[in-house]
């Protein structure tokens, strides 16, 4: 589904990736880990596309097409999610009609009608209920004075409603408390299917335990140093990353 | 001929039979100010960024003659779908066959000024030319002095408008250049409760000089809504100056909305005369091509325990200008005055430009007032996150604009309105 190849980014002339190699199938849940400044939140946008960063070397193929080579709107449409880290709040833009407007225009990119009004609310309202969503969160601005857990929540809501192919999730648990990351992970699991995968990248391990990875990698300095599976993120949970940094170092 | 000498020859003439007229000492005083400040140039403070010298080389002609039938006149974008009173002026002066009168209550008068002279003289005398001061005002002074028709609304003690007066003025430069004064006079007396939509149009290739004087007196524990809707097409050239004098516990929801005309100026002054008076003054302009709009505003806080919101925001596009001047005045016994004034500009050009003044003047001591002013491009975060979900640049950036519009739209309280408001804003982006 996602293959990126030696993916070299840079901001401002800083380089951040220095060649990144991962290899997602369908249905793949990865999680990424790594100290801060390791480049976590780079890759994130870099995969949206974020304009900031500006890609020096590598690929990455999305369903065989060229991803770094869509615009952000176009690599939403054919399928990619990123689940902020910080959700924007928009006054003014009505949750519902930012919804309609996302799920039309993906649906005129791919040579579909637009969805009828009472159909577009049928299809929320079963979400909704699907995530167990508060109706008052849609009724709002979008994200408008949210809580940092609403905000999240929000998130997900929107990727059920986008029925994306590839998710990546952005330090989704952020400033969050332990029950708030319970109900954000509990609607995570309910979009897993076999041909969705995530990339959940996070800092710490606690939200792996709730949203079980079948890959673990650490990043360090802009590259993958360690790959394993979900036990990788308990032995860091346990060591802390000095360890994966020490062998790192005494590699060179 | 240029403007001034135009005037003053029309003065002239106007004054050599204009004994009967009972208007005539408070236009030949504004006739005299005139010639004595004469019209604003760059020099003078409030004018440092408009210039007017277009204006002032004439070549205009004042002339009701319209070769337009009412149908046509219907069609040029008389805002239909609200149900409201009318009153049409056509290059000044009224079209009869479109006025209609929906209210109940035989008391509230909506006429034309010329029309209410004859059975409402002692209130006009009353009113007329109290309240828009001509000294340092040449505009105003140009307008008292030679003013074309206007409208006459009168909402008697107690007494509620149950429909908003629309008020059209059709400017019919399709013949020639059309210079046009209209005079507007609006009272509100104790309790009682107006609603005013003033509409602006324009057809016709020829240039126009539209220069609007609004005197609007609110007594006691009244209330007023009023919008301007200004949409005249072409070579327009506007000026608005409108007065608000408003006394004790009154209540006053203005909304502008700038989005047709090639120079348009806008001056709104509020004079709070008794305590625990209320004005809201919002504004929206959106402005594209080589369009000017300046908004310049007074609120007198004259009397305690008033409050005053202010907000305009404008959106530009292409080499389009706008100037904002909002002044803020607490006079010394103006104690526990809230006054808030705000202004925001989004460029989305690098060739529009903007001039922006907030000003705050403060004689009392126990006050609270704010003012600011932005101006900066849309944000690059709420675009990055739509854009994202899959929501084009372009719908993206709609959605932003709507978004910031819709906030003065939230502020018209008639739904039909805010509706036309909202297909016009999709119109201009």
């Known amino acids: ?252 | 001929m240029n403007l001034l000498d135009q005037i003053k020859s029309d003065f002239s003439a106007y004054a050599a039979q204009a004994e009967k007229d009972s208007f005539f000492e408070t236009r030949n005083n504004a006739f005299l100010e005139l010639e004595k400040c004469g019209l604003p140039t760059l020099k003078n403070e409030e004018w440092k960024y408009t210039s007017i010298r277009k204006i002032s080389e004439g070549n205009f002609t004042q002339s009701c003659v319209s070769e337009l039938d009412a149908k046509s006149l219907l069609e040029a974008g008389i805002l239909n779908t609200i149900a409201c009173n009318k009153l049409v002026f056509v290059n000044g002066c009224l079209f009869p066959e479109l006025s209609v009168f929906l209210e109940e209550d035989a008391d509230i008068v909506i006429s034309s000024i010329a029309n209410a002279r004859k059975g409402n003289a002692a209130i006009i005398t009353q009113h007329f030319g109290k309240y828009a001061a001509v000294e340092g005002q040449g505009m105003v002074a140009m307008n008292t002095a030679l003013m074309s028709d206007g409208a006459f609304v009168y909402v008697p003690k107690g007494k509620k408008m149950k429909y908003p007066l629309m008020l059209t003025n059709i400017t019919d430069a399709t013949q020639h250049g059309i210079f046009q004064q209209p005079r507007n006079l609006i009272v509100i007396e104790e309790s009682a409760h107006g609603s005013i939509i003033e509409n602006y149009i324009a057809i016709g290739e020829h240039a126009s000089f539209t220069n609007v004087v609004n005197e609007i007196f609110v007594d006691n524990n009244a209330s007023l809504e009023h919008y301007k809707v200004q949409r005249a097409k072409g070579e327009t050239y506007h000026n608005n100056f409108t007065q608000v004098f408003q006394n004790g516990n009154t209540n006053i929801n203005q909304v502008t909305l700038s989005l047709d005309g090639q120079w348009i100026r806008n001056n709104l002054h509020f004079y709070m005369n008794g305590q625990n008076c209320n004005s809201l003054l919002y504004g929206l302009y959106i402005t594209d091509g080589s369009q000017f709009v300046d908004n310049h505003s007074r609120v007198d806080h004259a009397m305690p325990n008033g409050y005053s919101d202010e907000k305009y925001k404008g959106i530009l596009r292409d080499n389009s200008t706008a100037v904002f001047n909002g002044k803020i005045m607490v006079h010394v016994d103006a104690q526990k005055t809230n006054a808030y004034q705000r202004n925001m500009n989004i460029l989305l050009s690098n060739d529009a430009t903007v001039n922006t003044k907030p000003q705050l003047e403060i004689f009392a001591d126990d006050v609270k007032c704010t003012h600011g002013a932005t101006i900066g491009q849309l944000d690059e975060e709420p675009m990055f996150y739509l854009r994202s979900r899959g929501i084009s640049e372009l719908e993206a950036r709609k959605l932003l604009l709507n978004a910031y519009a819709a906030d003065i739209a939230e502020k018209i309280k008639i739904p039909e309105l805010v509706q036309i408001l909202e297909e016009e804003i999709e119109r201009k982006l």
């Open chain 1, 1 to 252: 589904m996602l293959s990126i190849n030696n993916l070299k980014a840079s901001i401002e002339g800083k380089a951040i990736l220095n060649g990144i190699n991962l290899d997602i199938k369908p249905g793949e849940v990865h999680a990424i880990m790594g100290p801060n400044g390791a480049g976590k939140s780079t890759l994130s946008s870099v995969l949206a596309g974020r304009s900031d960063y500006e890609v020096n070397d590598g690929s990455a193929l999305f369903m065989g097409k060229d991803l770094l080579a869509l615009s952000p709107e176009d690599r939403a449409r054919e399928g990619l999610f990123l689940a902020f880290q910080y959700p924007v709040e928009i006054p003014g833009v009505s949750s519902t009609n930012f919804l309609k407007t996302a799920i039309n225009e993906k649906r005129k990119y791919l040579g579909l009608d637009p969805m009828e009004a009472t159909d577009f609310l049928k299809f929320m309202k079963l979400k909704m209920e699907e995530m167990e969503m508060d109706k008052s969160l849609t009724s709002r601005s979008l994200n408008e004075g949210f809580s940092g857990g609403e905000k999240k929540r929000n998130e997900v809501f929107q990727m059920a409603m986008l029925e994306p192919k590839l998710c990546i999730m952005d330090e989704t648990d952020s400033g969050l408390d332990i029950d708030a990351l319970r109900l954000v992970s509990a609607g995570v699991n309910k979009l897993r299917t076999p041909e969705r995968s995530f990339l959940v990248i996070t800092h710490y391990q606690r939200l792996l335990d709730y949203i079980v990875p079948d890959f673990v990698h650490v990043l360090y300095k802009g590259r993958i140093v360690k790959s394993g599976d979900a036990s990788l993120a308990k032995e860091l949970e346990v060591k802390g990353y000095d360890w994966i940094k020490q062998e790192v170092e005494s590699a060179k």
